[in-house]
């Protein structure tokens, strides 16, 4: 019954290959995301989907492709992975609008380790 | 565009002290305010949130935070450290009413507790 679920928790790969982290939540929400968060605990938004709809796009390596099949599925593949990539990726989702019921739910998060 | 400014990356509480952590925000549009921790090797967990009404906002673990509109502040202070409050915090601002509403995040503060 978790809220935000991201799979794999750990993914160790060699530089070039191509990786999957896949999300689902069970919440209900719209809005879906994913953060990464480098090395020094800095996070930053990657990419927003409302509703299967990109609507947010950050200056990210268009390595980085996120699909959302539906609003419950938000999954970001990477091609040809570099070194730098190596970083925690989070997962999130939120309720569209205003008001006190707005919040966002984060996944546990996926270590990605590129050697 | 928002930003968020934690000043401290780290500090050094004894256990029963006061904790304070500064957060100040910009934002050209009224925000909604966000205090998260995380533990070690964990995900995001939500503290507090401001989004209308008291400016004072209660959360769990005995933390608080007030939103000071005129200082642009959203400090958030403990009353008594306790051991389990070692983590990394993070003030996170979202811009209310935009499509996505990502949020935008501070460099986090990492709280020690000395015995």
């Known amino acids: 019954d978790t809220a935000v679920s991201q799979t794999p928790k750990y993914l160790v790969t060699q530089m070039g290959n191509d990786k999957s982290i896949k999300c689902e939540q069970n919440?209900?929400?719209?809005?879906m995301y994913w953060y990464k968060q480098d090395s020094k605990k800095f996070l930053k938004i990657m990419f927003s989907?409302?509703?299967?709809?990109?609507?947010i796009n950050e200056t990210v390596p268009n390595r980085f492709s996120p699909k959302s099949p539906d609003k419950a599925h938000l999954n970001l593949h990477i091609n040809s992975l570099e070194l730098g990539d190596s970083a925690v990726y989070f997962c999130?989702?939120?309720?569209?609008?205003?008001?006190?019921?707005?919040?966002?739910?984060f996944g546990s998060g996926t270590r990605l380790t590129v050697v | 565009a928002q930003s968020v400014t934690q000043l401290g990356s780290h500090v050094s509480v004894s256990e029963g002290a006061l904790v304070l952590l500064r957060c100040n925000y910009s934002?050209?549009?009224?925000?909604?305010l966000f205090w998260y921790v995380q533990y070690p090797n964990q995900g995001l967990q939500l503290l507090l949130k401001?989004?209308?009404?008291?400016?004072l906002v209660k959360g769990i673990n005995g933390f608080e935070a007030e939103f000071k509109k005129s200082e642009t502040s959203f400090h958030l202070t403990k009353p008594s450290a306790h051991m389990s409050d070692a983590a990394e915090y993070f003030c996170?601002?979202?811009?209310?009413?935009?499509?996505?509403?990502?949020?935008?995040f501070g460099g986090g503060t990492r709280v020690l507790v000395k015995p």
């Open positions: 934002s050209s549009v009224p925000p909604y």
């Open positions: 999130a989702s939120s309720l569209p609008g205003q008001g006190a019921n707005y919040g966002y739910t």
């Open positions: 996170a601002v979202s811009d209310r009413g935009t499509a996505g509403n990502k949020l935008t």
């Open positions: 401001y989004t209308t009404g008291a400016t």
């Open positions: 919440l209900g929400h719209d809005t």
């Open positions: 989907y409302n509703n299967k709809e990109l609507i």
